[in-house]
């Protein structure tokens, strides 16, 4: 029991490891055991999480460089993991961007880019990292989804980011009863606002902070470290039983509607 949430010597793929929240989940592994392939498209920012990570948690990590939306870059992204490592056990799916634009005007440059990145990345992370686990027959998927995949705000400008995380959860839920068979489990985490840069409009104004607070029951924006929590949950064998779930992370939020 004591190693319920121990995730030693197993291989994790952070991708986005570079992002606030990525970074975050990127050390909360390392020190829960894990060596990590930080992969982002900004190689200085992932040469310097894996350095930190390396520093701090006396943990293995080294960065990958890769372009999520084109397929051959995550083709070889997967191929430079397996030689660096030899296998991959953990694949974490922490990237993501979001373009507010009004519903009328919604430019479909903006779309494609926000579906390109969230979604298209999401499946092909999952189809090219899903060929080693399946041939493992074993491993954990955990992909960033958001509450905003099964809720709506207050502000307009959604409709896009709202759109790919309902998609991720479509996508979550697919493979969990696909890959079923093959022993993997796979899972999303939906957190409301996390205190990162991706978060600023909505920490910096004060009407809006407001009006998010009111609307959490825990009354407070989450922070990096709850999302690290759940995300080694999902990793670590005290989550094997559980697969093709959505856990909100949102201080009550979804729970009242």
């Known amino acids: 029991m004591a190693n319920l949430f121990r995730v030693d010597n197993k291989i994790a793929v952070v991708v986005g490891g570079a992002g606030g929240i990525g970074e975050a989940l990127a050390h909360g592994l390392a020190e829960y055991g894990a060596r990590v392939a930080v992969a982002d498209i ?22 990958f460089k890769f372009d999520i939306t084109d397929e051959n870059s995550v083709a070889a992204l997967r191929d430079q993991v397996i030689a660096k490592f030899g296998t991959v056990d953990i694949l974490v799916n922490s990237q993501g961007v979001n373009v507010k634009k009004d519903a009328t005007e919604f430019p479909v440059k903006d779309w494609d880019f926000m579906f390109n990145i969230n979604v298209r990345g999401t499946m092909l992370t999952c189809r090219e990292f899903g060929k080693v686990l399946t041939e493992k027959k074993s491993g954990k998927v955990i992909n960033l989804s958001s509450v905003r995949g099964v809720r709506a705000t ?27 068979p093959y022993k993997i489990n796979v899972n999303a985490i939906g957190p409301s606002t996390v205190a990162t840069k991706f978060s600023e409009r909505t920490l910096q104004d004060p009407e809006r902070l407001k009006r998010f607070l009111a ?37 009550g939020l979804t729970a009242i509607g």
């Open 42 to 63: 900004d190689q200085a920012k992932a040469e310097q999480v894996a350095r930190d990570v390396q520093a701090q948690e006396k943990q293995e990590a080294v960065a």
């Open 154 to 180: 207050f502000w307009g400008g959604n409709e896009g980011y709202a759109a790919t995380k309902a998609a991720i959860d479509m996508i979550t839920r697919s493979l969990a009863s696909e890959w079923a």
């Open 215 to 251: 609307s959490c029951p825990l009354g407070r924006v989450g922070q990096p470290i709850d999302v690290v929590g759940a995300c080694i949950f999902l990793a670590s064998p005290a989550s094997d039983y559980i697969t093709g779930q959505i856990i909100y992370l949102d201080g």
